[in-house]
């Protein structure tokens, strides 16, 4: 089996093992086929909404003559039944594209049985607003930089109590600014808000976003003081 992207190595590292998994998204189920090669998946349901990733996926389980790995062409949690997975992955999307089928398959996401491994590629903030809006919980969190870019991987589970967060913690999460690329994910951060926040200052007419902002990058300056006094 050919050796995994460090995204998609992040991902399964958050698998628990004999998991019986849902891959939403397979593309071409290198992720799946790993997890069942390396034992950390009894099963795999592999999901795309297209014919053709799932034919590639289903290629690629030919080529290495897997078995465990059963394909579905459906969107999101809806040609799932409950009961048949205990750990969904949903990955390489924008935040907003994950919080809809979240949204969407509700009855079974909302189960605290239930292990979500989300990595957005996008807004990771929105994202994380619409967990803690609807009452699920970041459990762990790690950055990891593939091709010159930098993701969030995030264990999710549901606790049925919604929360209001910082605003600067939709933006950096769990992540650990003490680690390397860590520290990295919440500069990145900081950058884009400050960036926002520069843009904005001099119209009047903003003034509630420039100041919303302003707060955001006060927040992420303490994370970023605390972790240079840890060092």
């Given at each position: 089996?050919r050796?995994?992207s460090?995204r998609?190595s992040a991902?399964?590292?958050?698998?628990?093992?004999?998991a019986?998994?849902?891959?939403?998204?397979t593309?071409?189920g290198y992720?799946?086929?790993?997890?069942?090669?390396?034992?950390?998946?009894?099963?795999?349901?592999a999901?795309?909404?297209?014919?053709?990733?799932?034919?590639?996926?289903?290629?690629?389980?030919?080529k290495?003559?897997?078995?465990?790995?059963?394909l579905?062409?459906?969107?999101?949690f809806?040609?799932i039944?409950?009961?048949?997975?205990?750990?969904?992955?949903i990955?390489?999307m924008?935040?907003?594209?994950?919080?809809?089928i979240i949204?969407?398959?509700?009855?079974?996401?909302?189960?605290k049985?239930?292990r979500?491994?989300l990595?957005?590629t996008t807004?990771?903030?929105?994202?994380?607003?619409?967990?803690?809006?609807?009452?699920?919980?970041?459990?762990?969190?790690t950055?990891?930089?593939?091709?010159?870019?930098?993701?969030?991987?995030?264990?999710?589970?549901?606790?049925?109590?919604?929360?209001?967060?910082?605003?600067?913690?939709?933006?950096?999460?769990?992540?650990?600014?003490?680690?390397c690329?860590?520290?990295?994910?919440?500069?990145?951060?900081?950058r884009?808000?400050?960036?926002?926040?520069?843009?904005?200052?001099?119209?009047?007419?903003?003034?509630?976003?420039?100041l919303?902002y302003?707060?955001?990058?006060?927040?992420?300056e303490?994370?970023?003081?605390?972790s240079?006094?840890?060092?």
């Amino acid at each position: 089996m050919r050796l995994l992207s460090k995204r998609l190595s992040a991902i399964a590292d958050f698998v628990e093992d004999e998991a019986a998994v849902c891959d939403i998204g397979t593309d071409h189920g290198y992720l799946a086929i790993h997890l069942i090669e390396n034992c950390k998946a009894s099963r795999v349901i592999a999901v795309d909404i297209n014919e053709k990733p799932l034919e590639n996926a289903r290629r690629n389980i030919e080529k290495f003559k897997v078995h465990g790995i059963e394909l579905r062409c459906c969107d999101g949690f809806s040609g799932i039944e409950k009961n048949e997975a205990d750990t969904f992955i949903i990955a390489g999307m924008g935040g907003e594209v994950i919080a809809g089928i979240i949204n969407r398959g509700a009855d079974i996401a909302k189960d605290k049985d239930i292990r979500l491994i989300l990595q957005p590629t996008t807004s990771p903030e929105v994202l994380r607003r619409f967990l803690y809006d609807v009452g699920f919980e970041i459990q762990k969190e790690t950055a990891v930089t593939e091709n010159g870019k930098i993701y969030s991987v995030m264990l999710v589970t549901y606790s049925d109590i919604p929360q209001k967060m910082p605003d600067y913690f939709y933006y950096t999460g769990r992540i650990d600014c003490c680690d390397c690329n860590g520290s990295m994910y919440i500069k990145k951060q900081y950058r884009r808000c400050a960036g926002c926040m520069a843009s904005l200052e001099s119209i009047p007419q903003k003034r509630e976003e420039y100041l919303y902002y302003k707060s955001v990058c006060r927040g992420i300056e303490k994370i970023l003081e605390e972790s240079d006094g840890e060092k």
